[in-house]
C-alpha cells in the first residue's frame, strides 16, 4: 500500500521462464500489494517459475492472444482485484522494477496519472544495448507521433509503464489491437482523454531473451503507430469517431 493505495504489479508474459525470476527479485515489496502474472499460452515454463517463485495471481490463456490481448487480461483482473495503482513492466527483465517507487508515488501523490519509464530520456537506450535500427525507428516514430498528435513525449514504445484506476477505468482498451500496437493505442486514448503523462528515465538492458521482435514485426508495429497518430488527429479534428475513443461499457 501507498497512502492506502493498493500497489499491483502486472507482468504480460510470453516465454519468460529464463527472465521472470529476476524482474521479480527487484520488486519493491514494502509497497507492492499483488503481483499478477497473465501468460499468454507460452511454449516454455513461464508458468511453472510464477508459481516456484510465489506469484499468487496467475492468469494461462490457452491459446495465445498476442500482447495486446494479454494486456487486456493484465487490467481486467488487475481492475477486478481493486488495484489503485496498476505497474505494467516487462518480465525480460530489460527494465528494472527498482523505478516503482518513483512511478507510484508521482501517482499517489497525484501529480500524474500515467507514468513511464523511458529508454530514451538520458542516454540509457544505446548504452543498454538497443539495436541502432530500433532506437533510429524509435526516434523518428516518436518525433512523428509528437508532432502529429501535439505531444511531448520521449517515446511512445516502453514497456514500462504505470497508471492509476482512474485511467484503466476510462480508457476503452477493449477496444484495442490484440497486438504490439495496443501500447500506442492506450498512450493516444490517455492523451486524448487530457490525462497528463510523466517520464522517468529508466535504464534498459538488451539481451538475447529480452527481445524476440524481429525486424518484420517492427514494421507492422510501426505502420500500426503512424495510423494511430493519424486516428487520433482526426478524432480530435472532430471528423472521426474511432470506437478506441469512446467512454469504455465495462461489467466490472
Ligand atoms: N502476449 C504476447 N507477448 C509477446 C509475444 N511476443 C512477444 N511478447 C512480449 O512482448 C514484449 C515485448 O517484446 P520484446 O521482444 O521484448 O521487444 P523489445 O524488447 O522491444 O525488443 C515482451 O514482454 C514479450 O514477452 C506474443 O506473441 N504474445
Ligand atoms: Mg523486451
Known amino acids: ?10 507482468f504480460p508474459a510470453y516465454n519468460a521462464g529464463k527472465t521472470l525470476e ?19 499460452a507460452s511454449k516454455d515454463n513461464t508458468v511453472e517459475v510464477a508459481r516456484k517463485i510465489g506469484i499468487k495471481n496467475i492468469i494461462r490463456h490457452e491459446k495465445n492472444k498476442g500482447y495486446g490481448g494479454n494486456q487486456k487480461s493484465c487490467y481486467d483482473t488487475a481492475l477486478a482485484l481493486k488495484g ?4 505494467m513492466v516487462h518480465p525480460d527483465y530489460q527494465y528494472t522494477p527498482k523505478l516503482i517507487h518513483s512511478m507510484s508515488y508521482l501517482i499517489a501523490n497525484g501529480l500524474y496519472p500515467v507514468v513511464l519509464g523511458s529508454r530514451i530520456l538520458g542516454m540509457g537506450a544505446l548504452k543498454g544495448g538497443m539495436p541502432l535500427y530500433k532506437y533510429i525507428f524509435n526516434r523518428f516514430l516518436t518525433l512523428s507521433q509528437n508532432i502529429i498528435i501535439g505531444a511531448k513525449l520521449s517515446e511512445y514504445h516502453t514497456g514500462y509503464r504505470a497508471f492509476s484506476r482512474e485511467v484503466l477505468e476510462n480508457i476503452n482498451y477493449h477496444a484495442n489491437s490484440d497486438d504490439f500496437v495496443f501500447d500506442n493505442q492506450m498512450l493516444s486514448q490517455i492523451l486524448y482523454h ?6 522517468i528515465t529508466c535504464p534498459t538492458k538488451y539481451f538475447e531473451e529480452s527481445s524476440s521482435i524481429n525486424f518484420s514485426r517492427s514494421l507492422k ?5 503512424m495510423k494511430t497518430s493519424l486516428m ?19 461489467a466490472i
Do not use: S, W
Open 22 to 40: 529476476n524482474t521479480y527479485r527487484e520488486i519493491p515489496f514494502d509497497i507492492v500489494d499483488d503481483v499478477l502474472l497473465v501468460d499468454d
Open 232 to 250: 487520433h488527429a482526426t478524432q480530435k479534428l472532430g471528423l472521426a469517431n474511432f470506437e478506441i475513443y469512446k467512454k469504455p461499457v465495462r
Open 194 to 199: 487530457g490525462y497528463e503523462i510523466a517520464e
Open 84 to 87: 489503485d495503482i496498476i505497474i
Open 221 to 225: 508495429y510501426g505502420l500500426g503507430v
Open 1 to 10: 500500500m501507498l497512502k492506502e493505495k493498493k500497489v499491483i504489479v502486472v
